[in-house]
């Protein structure tokens, strides 16, 4: 169990001990800090369907396409497996210092300022592209009902816009409220189709035709993509992992609530926990199903990968039209209306909130980090919802076309992330032994550390370095850039801050490790009093609490 007091710096190196600073003026600033307002359910549902949306339900239908079945389940779990690698190290850091900085707090006090910068900016452009992605993806399912666009796509993007926009205005308790019901719908939804797959496999379908294994025969467990052969099996598995990359892109979600969570020291590890259960059974369980239920090479998938039109964008809906299962393709579309929106939903939070950190750490203008009394940081969020008028480009371009960029550009964003992430819990683990304090003192442990940061790095780098292979089978100017304009725009953002302000590499024995760390322990300290206070639990609220 934490106990604050077992933790306690040693002397160093000769470099002299870490600066320590126990007032965090970020914390103590009223009309300049987030609330806690996010309750232990909130964060856990969050964390659980949150970040739930096109990669799997969408996306998925371009796994199976190209990496076949066992391609497409392959690529998923392993993915899946260094995901949860990067969410145990980014628990390790949450749970010790679940302060309101973000990731790019973290990575200028472990590794670098000017790292903290680039990855700030970094992961702030990824929401300023990935809302309007899912937005983009909300277009694509309405035009399902309005395949003769009566209404004109522009119209279903405002309301859309203004709707996700009120919800963030409203502040954290009803944003945490809402997408707590909306998390659970998803979930429930996500159970259902898995369900609905399994059932319709084994015969239960208007057909009474038990499909089985039948498509991992016919057309076969891999799939060729560009080349034949074994080449072409090579890269279609490796195309899926690019995909899945994609798909679990919002998964660190977790690290932007840390700082409006409730007693985050115990809320947050119990999240990642939850992570390893939601990898499993949703991503892996819903690709295997997938995989079953409809084969690589349908023409329907096909078309619908290719279409300006229709929610056949999910391989599900191609599936309940297989099985000729009427209007349960309606269902199907509605559920995954309700999963882009609320990702959406959730995308522009976090967006607001990451660029609030930048501005409470001096790395955004002053003026994002002003917060009205309910703990909106109102320009932020203004901001961030400007950026959603990308999603415009459906006007002029087709929103399976629009689509196909933003998934570039965002799984680049997304990548470097995650490897900044595991950086900073290298870091952190050397600054942690350099000071002589044991791990086992934390709060919360990553298991298979310290190799499980570095595998995941290492993962991580290479499918990011080759994930835009498909840009020369042929030479496609503008899917190369839209792959690879992240590259640039990182390393001209870290070399311009290092060299602005002359930023070196933190030694671990100077690593500061305690500043506002006092006025977390005082907060968790205040609401473990107030629960005491309220009394035990009831056999009903301990039973809520666990489901």
Same mark, same amino acid.
């Given at each position: 169990m934490y106990d604050p007091e077992k933790i306690k710096t040693g002397s160093g190196?000769?470099? $002299?001990?870490?600066?320590?600073?126990?007032?965090?003026?970020?914390?103590?600033?009223?009309?300049?800090?987030?609330?806690?307002?996010?309750?232990?359910?909130?964060?856990?549902?969050?964390?659980?369907?949150?970040a739930v949306g096109t990669g799997l339900i969408i996306g998925s239908g371009t796994a199976l396409r190209r990496g076949g079945p066992l391609g497409m389940l392959i690529g998923y779990s392993f993915v899946g497996f260094v995901c949860y690698l990067v969410m145990c190290s980014l628990g390790e850091m949450a749970a010790y210092l679940p302060h309101k900085k973000g990731f790019s707090g973290y990575?200028?006090?472990?590794?670098?300022?000017?790292?903290?910068?680039?990855? $700030?900016?970094?992961?702030?452009?990824?929401?300023?592209?990935?809302?309007?992605?899912?937005?983009?993806?909300?277009?694509?399912?309405?035009?399902?009902?309005?395949?003769?666009?009566?209404?004109?796509?522009?119209?279903?993007?405002?309301?859309?816009?203004?709707?996700?926009f009120a919800i963030n205005l409203l502040g954290i308790r009803f944003f945490g409220?809402?997408?707590? =019901?909306?998390?659970?719908?998803?979930?429930?939804?996500?159970?259902?189709?898995i369900l609905f797959g399994i059932i319709c496999d084994l015969g239960g379908n208007p057909r009474h035709d038990r499909?089985?294994?039948?498509?991992?025969?016919?057309?076969?467990?891999?799939?060729?993509?560009?080349?034949?052969?074994?080449?072409?099996?090579?890269?279609?598995?490796?195309?899926?992992?690019?995909?899945?990359?994609?798909?679990?892109?919002?998964?660190?979600?977790?690290?932007?609530?840390?700082?409006? @969570?409730?007693?985050?020291?115990?809320?947050?590890?119990?999240?990642?926990?939850?992570?390893? =259960?939601?990898?499993?059974?949703?991503?892996?369980?819903?690709?295997?199903?997938?995989?079953?239920?409809?084969?690589?090479?349908?023409?329907?998938?096909?078309?619908?990968?290719? @279409?300006?039109?229709?929610?056949? @964008?999910?391989?599900?809906?191609? @599936?309940?039209?297989?099985?000729?299962?009427?209007?349960?393709?309606?269902?199907?579309?509605?559920a995954i209306l309700l999963f882009v929106l609320s990702a959406a939903n959730s995308d522009l939070y976090i967006g607001s909130r990451t660029l609030y950190g930048l501005a409470a750490e001096g790395k955004a203008p002053a003026v994002f980090k002003r917060v009205n009394r309910m703990g909106v940081p109102y320009a932020a969020l203004g901001l961030c919802t400007a950026f959603c008028a990308l999603v415009y480009l459906n006007v002029y371009s087709s929103s399976a076309q629009v689509f196909g960029y933003f998934v570039a550009l965002v799984t680049f964003f997304g990548a470097t992330t995650w490897m900044c992430i595991v950086l900073s819990h290298i870091r952190f683990m050397k600054a942690l032994k350099a000071q002589?304090?044991?791990?086992?003192?934390?709060?919360?442990?990553?298991?298979?550390?310290?190799?499980?940061?570095?595998?995941?790095?290492?993962?991580?780098?290479?499918?990011?370095?080759?994930?835009?292979?498909?840009?020369?089978?042929? =030479?496609?100017?503008?899917?190369?850039?839209?792959?690879?304009?992240?590259?640039?725009?990182?390393?001209?953002?870290?070399? $311009?801050?290092?060299?602005?302000?002359?930023?070196?590499?933190?030694p671990p024995a100077r690593v500061d490790l305690f500043s506002g760390k006092r006025q977390i322990d005082e907060e968790e300290e205040r609401y473990l009093q107030e629960q005491a206070e309220r009394g035990p639990k009831t056999r009903w609220q301990r039973i809520w609490d666990s489901l």
């Open positions: 190196s000769d470099l $002299g001990p870490a600066k320590v600073h126990d007032d965090d003026p970020d914390l103590l600033e009223p009309q300049e800090t987030l609330h806690r307002g996010l309750k232990a359910r909130q964060i856990s549902m969050i964390a659980l369907g949150g990575a200028s006090r472990f590794v670098d300022p000017a790292l903290g910068f680039a990855l $700030g900016w970094n992961y702030l452009f990824k929401y300023l592209i990935v809302t309007p992605n899912n937005l983009s993806a909300a277009g694509v399912v309405i035009r399902y009902w309005d395949r003769e666009a009566k209404v004109h796509i522009a119209v279903w993007m405002t309301i859309f816009i203004v709707l996700i409220e809402l997408e707590f =019901w909306m998390s659970s719908l998803k979930v429930l939804a996500l159970i259902g189709l499909v089985g294994f039948r498509y991992w025969d016919h057309p076969g467990v891999f799939s060729s993509y560009l080349k034949t052969g074994s080449l072409g099996r090579f890269l279609g598995v490796w195309s899926v992992m690019t995909n899945a990359l994609f798909a679990y892109m919002g998964t660190e979600l977790i690290g932007v609530t840390v700082g409006e @969570a409730e007693n985050p020291r115990k809320n947050i590890p119990r999240a990642i926990r939850r992570t390893f =259960w939601r990898i499993l059974i949703f991503y892996v369980g819903g690709v295997f199903v997938i995989g079953l239920i409809v084969p690589s090479n349908d023409p329907n998938l096909f078309t619908a990968l290719k @279409a300006k039109t229709g929610a056949a @964008a999910s391989p599900f809906v191609v @599936a309940a039209k297989n099985f000729a299962i009427r209007g349960l393709d309606h269902v199907i579309n509605a002589g304090i044991d791990r086992s003192t934390l709060p919360y442990r990553a298991p298979l550390q310290p190799w499980g940061s570095y595998f995941a790095f290492v993962v991580t780098a290479i499918i990011t370095f080759f994930k835009g292979f498909d840009s020369f089978i042929p =030479w496609n100017t503008t899917t190369f850039i839209t792959n690879y304009i992240g590259a640039p725009v990182f390393f001209f953002l870290w070399l $311009g801050y290092k060299l602005l302000y002359r930023t070196s590499v933190i």
